[in-house]
């Protein structure tokens, strides 16, 4: 998690210090600025006095804000996942006002007033982290956590949180929130998954089984959409899938998108789903799948000639493939070998073929953690 804290104050950098060197230990990427014109003051060594001794080293540890707060909150929304800010509420409020968007995209907020004594969450409880980077902080400066979600203050089972912890996409946020709204008014609020479980399964949700009635509402952890075990169904997307992708040389992004995208939906998969993208190491300058991954923000990752080999199955072999790369078959065994790191994957769809391009799908062995 990358975080940036900012202080206003003489006391509020004191708290700050502490907050960055704790966090830095358990290995946060973390950031430190001021705007207080104490420390601007001291950044001249020749001007520090007694009293302000205890900034000799502001130099290397916060940076000083000469922006703007709105310029400065503006640029951390993009590059932060978390910002700290070490002064009162409305100072954050004002400054993360004009940038605030969805629950999906907005950093963690957390304010800490300057005596340490509240560490509170402000924004993105939940999916943005900020309940629990607001219990972190408050650990670290011994004193009080203050979060506010309904689900937290009730107990209740918060599919947020679960989606985040699993690493899920979550299809719909307004019907997560009527999830999260049947959940706190006590009524039944279906679970299916095509995945095993570890963990008890929250007695708030009814577990979908053959021959019991079902509630309108439930959640599904799913790779795709073909099923709809509800009548209204929130689908829970785990990056689970591995592409395998053979191409002609210097085949343009557009093509592979293309290409990709239509085996995707052979199965009804959505892209979300997708973990990263495989193939063989005479393809890792490939211009065409270099684009397409970087886009998504999705590893490429390649394999020589002769791990592919030795992956075990039947394919679709080619002749021409086994003479241009030395293997019979490239996008299904890099599918199969990317989705087995953690256990035996399988494949889903097989060689899906069109304009020069070979695509095929295979899924890891994954399972849902209610632990």
Not at 206 to 228: A, D, F, R, S, W
Not at 233 to 240: E, K, S
Not at 309 to 327: I, N
């Amino acid at each position: 998690m990358k975080i940036a804290i900012i202080s206003f104050s003489r006391a509020g950098y004191r708290l700050s210090e502490m907050i960055y060197w704790v966090l830095k230990e358990r290995d946060y990427e973390v950031r430190s600025y001021t705007k207080s014109k104490y420390t601007k003051k001291v950044l001249d060594e020749s001007q520090l006095d007694e009293d302000s001794r205890d900034f000799r080293n502001v130099k290397d540890f916060a940076k000083p804000v000469d922006e703007s707060i709105k310029e400065w909150t503006k640029a951390r929304f993009a590059d932060c996942d978390a910002i700290i800010f070490i002064g009162a509420c409305g100072i954050a409020v004002r400054s993360i006002a004009p940038f605030v968007k969805s629950k999906k995209v907005d950093p963690a907020i957390v304010v800490v007033d300057e005596q340490g004594k509240f560490a509170i969450s402000l924004l993105s409880g939940h999916i943005g982290g900020a309940n629990e980077l607001a219990q972190e902080v408050a650990e670290i400066v011994h004193g009080q956590p203050v979060v506010t979600t309904a689900t937290d203050l009730n107990n209740k089972f918060a599919v947020d949180v679960f989606a985040k912890k699993n690493g899920c996409f979550i299809s719909d946020m307004n019907l997560a929130k009527e999830v999260s709204a049947a959940l706190l008014a006590g009524k039944e609020v279906g679970f299916a998954s095509d995945f095993p479980w570890l963990g008890e399964i929250p007695e708030e949700l009814k577990l979908l089984e053959e021959g019991q009635e079902k509630p309108e509402l439930g959640i599904y952890v799913t790779n795709g959409y073909m099923e709809h075990p509800f009548v209204h169904t929130l689908y829970l997307i785990p990056r689970v899938i591995t592409t395998g992708v053979g191409c002609k040389k210097e085949t343009p992004k557009e093509i592979v998108e293309k290409v990709i995208r239509r085996a995707c939906d052979e199965q009804l998969i959505p892209s979300v789903a997708m973990e990263q993208v495989a193939s063989i190491d005479l393809k890792k300058d490939e211009e065409g799948i270099l684009e397409y991954c970087e886009e998504r923000n999705l590893p490429f990752i390649t394999y020589s000639k002769e791990e592919l080999e030795e992956v075990e199955g039947t394919y679709a072999a080619s002749s021409f493939v086994k003479e241009v790369t030395g293997v019979d078959n490239v996008c299904e065994r890099a599918a199969l070998l990317g989705s087995s790191r953690e256990g035996k994957g399988r494949l889903i769809l097989r060689k899906f073929a069109q304009d020069g391009v070979t695509v095929a799908l295979a899924m890891k062995k994954w399972s849902v953690n209610f632990e």
